[in-house]
């Protein structure tokens, strides 16, 4: 099945120390996107590729980066994880024009100690 | 500034009972409206998408409203059963973007009891 997936479910890192989770997707979307979500909250849009076009929200810290090596995969890089950092991060992909949805993956659930 | 409002954090009825969410939105003219169900832990999940034109749109137990007046839509699932409990997310996309870039609402949890 065509599907957007994201490695790992569960990470824990240190303080400061750099983390990297990755997201693929089998579906040929032009477009993915990283978005953040804390609990109870609503998922908050960090950054979004439409193909190798690079977009950053306005109020995205500069503490996180991105790389889309090519239409497959896409990472999301944390350089010095904070306590505020630890969150639900979701990968998700869509296809502009179409009448779908984003098709967002389960989630890499980051926990800094 | 822009802002996406659902009812309640927590809406609890019986099973088979119509529930019925909000969503109300300010400052933003949304192309599209999208709701989405999301289990504890995982990503949200596509289930219905209603364009500004349309007013109403249905599938299977679900109905979806959209009154761009009122800057509001209406999530109905009718005859609930336990299994529809999860949190429900309604999300906005404006028309102008080079990318379909939507914007969520915090949801609402949504418990059926047996």
């Known amino acids: 099945d065509a599907m957007v997936i994201q490695n790992p479910r569960y990470q824990v890192t240190q303080f400061g120390k750099p983390v990297t989770l990755s997201c693929s997707q089998t579906?040929?979307?032009?477009?993915m996107y990283w978005y953040q979500q804390k609990s109870s909250q609503a998922p908050k849009l960090l950054f979004h590729?439409?193909?190798?076009?690079?977009?950053n929200e306005a109020d995205t810290p500069d503490n996180f980066q991105s790389r889309r090596p090519n239409t497959s995969f896409c990472f999301l890089d944390i350089r010095s994880p904070g306590l505020g950092d630890a969150a639900m991060y979701l990968c998700?992909?869509?296809?502009?024009?179409?009448?779908?949805?984003?098709?967002f993956g389960s989630g890499t659930r980051l926990t800094v100690v | 500034s822009q802002k996406i409002e659902q009812n309640s954090e927590a809406l609890n009825i019986q099973e088979g009972k119509t529930a019925t969410l909000t969503c109300n939105y300010t400052n933003y003219s949304p192309a599209y409206l999208q709701w989405y169900r999301q289990d504890p832990g995982r990503g949200p999940v596509f289930l219905l998408l209603i364009r500004e034109n349309e007013k109403e749109k249905r599938k299977e137990r679900l109905k979806v409203t959209f009154d761009t007046t009122l800057k509001q839509s209406l999530f109905h699932i009718t005859a609930s059963q336990p299994a529809d409990s999860a949190t429900y997310l309604c999300?906005?996309?404006?028309?102008?973007?080079?990318?379909?870039?939507?914007?969520f609402g915090s949801g609402t949890r949504l418990s059926i009891r047996p």
């Open positions: 590729y439409y193909d190798k076009d690079f977009n």
């Open positions: 999300a906005l996309l404006g028309g102008s973007s080079s990318a379909s870039k939507i914007i």
């Open positions: 579906l040929n979307h032009n477009v």
């Open positions: 998700a992909t869509s296809s502009p024009g179409t009448s779908y949805g984003y098709t």
